[in-house]
């Protein structure tokens, strides 16, 4: 798995081209790890800020891996791991994309959503944030929605127009009932569904052109 | 204490002692209180009949229904609250999140994050006046900010108000906070 996510940040980086370096933080790993682990650390990292990645959550996630003792392996696997998402995330969401929108669909990824749900997303919804919206997604799926169903629910929500208040209230709704003993999946149903009865015209986001072309998606 | 007042001792203790099937017998009457009929304005002038059982049923259903609700307001109560999952904040400027926790017994609450290193010294909460209440201010800039709670330096907890992140390989989850991202802000 790591040596998996490592080609797939090497080959990422590869294919794609150079944008912008943030600052390594080299000082405060450097203070945090051992010297073997923060060299082994920053040159993921440092190749990672080379092709215009977010390097913040990485560096972060090597540090949450030294306080929760996580042996060296472990880190570097999280780190490694962390980066190809990104790399993945940029691939599916476009270069355009914002650091936190990266950083977010980098989430969704290593939660278990495929790449082409990022895509979709960004077509139901290609000039706002997705920033909420992959934050929804990522959300569902730790809650035991199925990948699948928490893509479809939260790209045809986006499709429908609603804006992030309701996504975080149907997020919201969703999480209670399942707090009540429903099965995530029929949770996830009706919480779109009462999203889709419930989001008012002043609530509701831009629809994408080509929605609006074909006259409105249905999800 | 004599034998006879051991023996006091002994039947008291015994009933006060739940009863073997006592659950089970008690969702049955309540269920059959439920099945019976209301008369209404039936001869001798009562509109309801309460049989003694029934009452006790009542009773008792009322005292649950009371359990069952404070045992939920507890359970609220040991909860975080804000910063919820979008914060507003000016682009380029930090913005003061206050980070709310509800941690019963906790002799010491920590906030850690990517915003202070996942150091466990770095922000600890201060316990509220009154009540179980655990805070702690921090200056956040915009973006996704991921962060957990440590109860008593041992246990690492995510905000169960706040949206779950993936496991990223250490073994728990972590919780997100969105601060002047997107239109819900």
């Known amino acids: ?219 | 204490m004599d034998e006879d007042d051991r023996l006091t001792q002994q039947i008291r203790d015994a009933y006060q002692r739940p009863l073997p099937g006592e659950d089970v017998a008690r969702a049955r009457v309540l269920e059959r209180v439920r099945r019976e009929p209301v008369a209404h304005g039936s001869g001798g002038g009562r509109w309801l009949r309460v049989t003694p059982l029934a009452a006790a049923a009542s009773l008792i259903a009322v005292l649950a229904l009371g359990a069952v609700g404070g045992a939920a307001w507890m359970k609220a109560r040991t909860g975080a609250r804000a910063p919820g999952p979008a914060t507003l904040g000016i682009d380029g400027q930090p913005t003061a999140v206050t980070f709310v926790f509800r941690a019963p017994g906790a002799s010491h609450v920590a906030l850690v994050g990517d915003f202070n290193g996942w150091d466990p010294q770095a922000t600890p909460l201060r316990r509220a006046a009154l009540g179980d209440a655990w805070t702690a201010e921090v200056q956040l800039h915009s973006g996704l900010h991921v962060y957990a709670f440590v109860i008593d330096g041992r246990e690492w907890i995510p905000d169960p108000s706040a949206p779950l992140a993936p496991e990223t390989g250490y073994g728990r989850r972590n919780s997100v906070v969105v601060v002047g991202e997107g239109d819900a802000l």
Do not use: W
């Open chain 1, 1 to 219: 798995m790591r040596s998996a996510g490592v080609l797939l940040l090497v080959t990422a980086l590869v294919v794609t081209p150079r944008a912008h370096a943030e600052p390594v933080d080299e000082a405060r790993l450097r203070a945090r790890l051992s010297p073997d682990i923060a060299d082994r650390v920053l040159v993921v990292v440092r190749a990672a800020a080379d092709q215009g990645l977010p390097t913040r959550g990485m560096v972060a996630r090597a540090l949450e891996g030294q306080s929760r003792h996580a042996p060296a392996a472990a880190i570097l696997d999280a780190v490694s791991r962390q980066g190809a998402a990104l790399a993945a995330a940029r691939m599916a969401l476009g270069s355009t994309a914002r650091d936190a929108e990266l950083e977010a669909g980098a989430a969704a990824l290593q939660g278990g959503v495929p790449e082409d749900s990022l895509t979709s997303l960004r077509r139901a919804r290609p000039t706002g944030s997705l920033v909420i919206p992959l934050v929804v997604l990522s959300d569902l799926v730790a809650r035991g929605v199925p990948a699948p169903q928490a893509s479809s629910t939260v790209v045809a929500a986006a499709r429908a127009g609603a804006a992030d208040p309701e996504l975080l209230r149907m997020r919201e709704r969703v999480n209670q009932r399942i707090i009540r003993g429903e099965p995530p999946p029929g949770a996830t149903r009706e919480g779109l569904r009462e999203l889709l009865m419930r989001t008012a015209p002043d609530d509701r986001h831009p629809p994408p052109a080509s929605a609006a072309k074909k006259g409105g998606q249905s999800p």
